[in-house]
């Protein structure tokens, strides 16, 4: 079983549309968790961290259930620019990125 | 202020080549990582580095690989000899504090093994 897992997609979804990213991971003793952001041919770039209480950051909010060892990542409102793809990211001694969840908004 | 430097930021050639991969991390950061991208595997962790020092080897694919940091502004990852299976993107990140921080990523380099 891979330690971060993500449904690839694409999610293929109009502007202003709300979409919503799963992301499991098979380690409880995971201490810190991400959503990294990555363009097409750029580097990763931290997009959010997440919390236990759950965070919001404008159309972004970020859930960790730690009893089901889930992470979500739900973006409102979306924009073209959101086309990117979403990594998971789980923290033991070390990041551990998931492969990602492609995302494409379209006009 | 400047981010993580890569270089070179594409390298084309040919199988059995040796190839060297340079990044030079944020000022400050004490923890340094390299990582490979592939469309199957995704981002893995190859090696990374605290205070210079090799901490953890483990996603290094095998005795082709190997990575060296002389000094905190700059690490080497080298492919002696490389084969076409190495084609992949190579990333450099870097961190400080600990390594569940968030971690600021070079731009890369493609690698390409004919």
């Known amino acids: 079983r891979k330690e971060v897992e993500q449904d690839p997609g694409p999610f293929n979804v109009p502007e202003g549309a709300t979409v919503a990213f799963n992301c499991t991971y098979s380690?409880?003793?995971?201490?810190?968790f991400f959503w990294y952001r990555q363009d097409c041919r750029k580097e990763p770039k931290l997009l959010m961290s997440?919390?236990?209480s759950g965070n919001e950051d404008g159309r972004f909010t970020a859930q960790l259930n730690r009893a089901s060892q889930y992470i979500s990542l739900l973006i409102r409102d979306s924009k073209l620019s959101d086309s990117a793809t979403y990594l998971c990211?789980?923290?033991?001694?070390?990041?551990?990125f998931g492969t990602g969840t492609r995302l494409l908004v379209s006009p | 202020d400047a981010g993580v430097i890569q270089s070179p930021r594409h390298e084309v050639t040919e199988m059995g080549q040796e190839v060297t991969l340079r990044c030079k991390p944020i000022?400050?950061?004490?923890?340094l990582f390299w990582y490979r991208q592939t469309m199957m595997r995704g981002l893995e962790l190859l090696i990374y580095?605290?205070?210079?020092?090799?901490?953890?080897d483990s996603g290094m694919p095998e005795d082709r690989f190997s990575a060296k940091m002389p000094n905190a502004s700059f690490s080497t990852l080298k492919i002696q000899p490389s084969e076409p299976r190495d084609s992949a993107v190579y990333f450099c990140?870097?961190?400080?504090?600990?390594?569940?921080?968030?971690?600021?990523f070079g731009p890369g380099t493609r690698l390409t093994v004919l």
């Open positions: 990211v789980v923290s033991y001694q070390k990041l551990v």
């Open positions: 000022s400050g950061h004490d923890y």
């Open positions: 990140a870097s961190s400080s504090g600990t390594t569940h921080n968030e971690q600021f």
């Open positions: 997440v919390y236990s």
């Open positions: 380690n409880s003793a995971s201490q810190s």
């Open positions: 580095f605290n205070n210079n020092v090799p901490i953890d």
